[in-house]
């Protein structure tokens, strides 16, 4: 047998203290926020358990209480719930579980000790609770004290920037109240001021600033501080006491506290005085000559635009004025003087036109204009003008040398133009061009039928190159008959231009526009080449036909080089024989001139081409040189037959003169072909005077090829 | 507020309550003042297991930590710490092997304060003042990337702090600045107030909140407290009620009874 027997069912004290911490876990869950999971929890209550019932066993309840109290506390059971909670499951079963062990016999000190712990762990927890509550709140307030200490020392960094930022900064930094009395300004404010920043605080903005307040920045100012608005910006201009003057550039803003109402104003200026002088020393100098002084095209453009644009604006004047040989004077005497003397020229000008609002302005090289936009009546219209005119009869003295310049001037009145600036120039340009056209040193006052005239001919000019690659021209052709017989003695082809807008435009239009723009030699091959071609067809088909065809040469035609070769191979080309070929002349474009186009006009008769002066009679009534040049036919302008018209009423020494023509040319051998041949009577007259041919609307108009083709076929079948 | 710039010193008042504070008065610490006190007793008048909502928070953020720690993670950023008091994050690292470390950050110049007094003999724990709202002025906290290594995993820790952002706030937008910010295997916690099972609750609450704290409550669905996780790999069990996150044993888990969600996510 074994003389040592096993327990007798009963628990194990250890056993029986681990059922209690079990139990007390339970209890504990959810009173506190301990860190711990619940198998740790019951090996920490086992541990206290195992503590507290060995004090009961050993009566040393009164140190093990407190230590366990205070355990339960670090261990963050600190709730009263925890508390009541320990003290149930103690009160309810702690002695249970001990009971059986040794030493645990007897009841009632058993019950005295569990009452004494009971006390103990409650009167530890109470203590232990109210230290850690002390030194929790004690914690919190140095916390909080600390963060207050934080944010003070944080926002004293702030302001300490702040005040660096104020005190320091190259803009100019001020506050206000809202009666407009200063609060503080920093030392650039005051300084650009002109004071010193004590001299500004305290004082009120009307003192400092003065009444040169601007009427615009007053509104603003008033609207900010009335809450119509937060913020404003403007440029300001202001005296300093010393009197010297600044511009500022100025925002001002409202600060509002914390509840929204406007609290004070803040305003922030930056000088930009000498920003702004540069800007207009950059203004002017763009508006202005640089020799002169005068203003500029620019600024001129400007202030006509602008003055045109005023209501109040009345009648304008504008004198557009270019000096006479200023070219000469520049290319023989060189460029300073004549610098020097556009500065004198612009000094006079000054002088003569000076007054009231009138503008002097240079547009470049010798071309000045006035503007005067307080014009009362035409004299008003056109005095800077003659003033001018009269103020350049006294001579110049540049560089020693004693100089005399003209000047044409071109007056344009806006009340005949209109108030559109370009067309004020355009017409003030035309209006000049006349003026030196008429002769210098004379002013031209606007005509519009020169603006008419200009159009058309700038719109001819600048279609007139692309007319002829695009083939835009083509010819009528007039028969001229004979007087004696009725027969075609030649036919005159006469160049058209179907310009795509206009029409058809007649040769009186664009024959001067392409002389003055070079292409009348171009213009010229083409008609002679499509009227020799055109004549050419006329012979094939009627291989015993003998007239000639007539083509137009112009001015500008004889001065080119050349004209002999373009004929020549014209010819060749079409296959007529020279004789059948009569250009046609002015007398201006044989005279005038001495001997280039005579020997030219020599080498074409010479070759046989008919040589024929056309208008005869109209213009410079030299006779003689038609014995030096080779003409064979004249052509009497129709002029000369207007009398004849109704053939009654005759004017006897028109008759003569008439006569005498015709006997005159007759006598040099030359033929006679009346133009403009309207009526019977004139015919008849002409025939009885001798006349050998004549060409107008009585025998035919200028018509198609065709028509001219019928002609011919009708002839044919006659004869 | 949203564009407050950071070198203003914000104003430390003392009398408006402050969440810190007031979730320490819920479990039943002394680490407030009358006013917090007060606000935290209103709110439990309203619903009487707030305080049990509060230790069930805490609970959560043990076992996430436990969790984490056994994981590996060494580093952990505690957004919205508050106060850490006793049975914090950097007590339930304290132990850890190879050692771990703690970086705790909120708004409250206070609780800032009372943590860095608290922290001032512990080497693995620092405390920032930090605003959740602008992540990128966070990270970018020369003291955080000293003490962080963010080449290596990191813990995010969002315990019961992205419901005090509104959504005009753009939590999620923080958040995913953060998840952004940390390296593959990194993890981001968070539990966050719902109003997916007690929404007469939630609604109470936010209520309360709007009308008497400058900071209000946003109590978020499901969905939303879900949808903070994009971009990560939840790990199991995913978005549950507080309780019921890894539940140790004899942990009290009346999920029905929760007014939070919970869960982890893992970068990849």
Redesign the interface.
Known sequence: MNAYPPPDGAPSPHDAVARFARRW??AL??T????????E??AFLEELSQKLAAAIREDTVEAQADAVAVALI?A?F??TAALRRTMEVFAEGFLDELRGEPGADDELKLRARLGQLLGGVSAGFAQGLQE??RA??E??Q???L???R??DR??R??EA?FRAVFADAAVGIGMVDLTGRVLDVNAAFARMLGFRPEEVRGRTVAEIIGSSAQAATSTRYLDLLTGGRDHFRTETARVRPDGTRLILDLSMSMVRDDDGNPDFVIGVAVDITERRQLQDQLWHESRHDSLTGLPNRTLFAEELAERLTQPACGRLGLSFLDLDGFKDINDSLGHAVGDQLLVAVARRLEEAVAQGDRLVARLGGDEFVVLDDDCVGDAAVVGPAEAILEALQVPFIVGGRELTISASIGVVDSRAVGTDPQALMRAADITLYRAKAEGKSRLARYDPRDSARQITQHTLATALPAALTRDEFFCDYQPIVGLDDGRLRGVEALIRWQHPQLGIVGPNQFIPVAEETGHIAAVGRWVLSAACRQAGRWAAQNPTLTCYISVNVAVGQLRQPGLVDDVMQVLAASGIPAEHLQLELTESAVLGDDRGPADELRRLADAGVRLAIDDFGTGYANLAYLTRLPVCQVKLAGEFLKPLRTGRSVDPKHDIVLASIIALAHDLGLSVTAEGVEHQAQADRLRALGCDAAQGWLFARPGPAEQVGQLIALQNRRS | MANRPSWVPEDVDMEVPSPARMYDALLGGSHNFAVDRQAAAAATGLVPDLPAVAVSNRAFLRRVVRHLLDAGIRQFVDIGAGIPTVANTHELIAEAQPAARVVYVDIDPVAVAHAQALLAGVPDAITLRGDLRYPEALLAEPALRDFIDFTQPVAILFIAVLHLLTDADQPAKSVAALRDAVAPGSYLAISHLSSARRPQAAAQLADHAARQSRVPITFRSREEITAFFDGLALVEPGVVELPAWRPDAGDPADAARSLGLAGLGRRL
Do not use: F, Y
């Not at chain 1, 506190?32 to 198998?39: F, V």
């Open positions: 876990a339970a869950g959810g506190s926020d301990a860190p711990m999971s619940q198998p929890l019951q670090r963050n600190h709730t850690r509550t929790e709140q914690r919190l140095r916390a909080a600390k963060a207050v934080t944010a944080d926002r960094t702030v920037r």
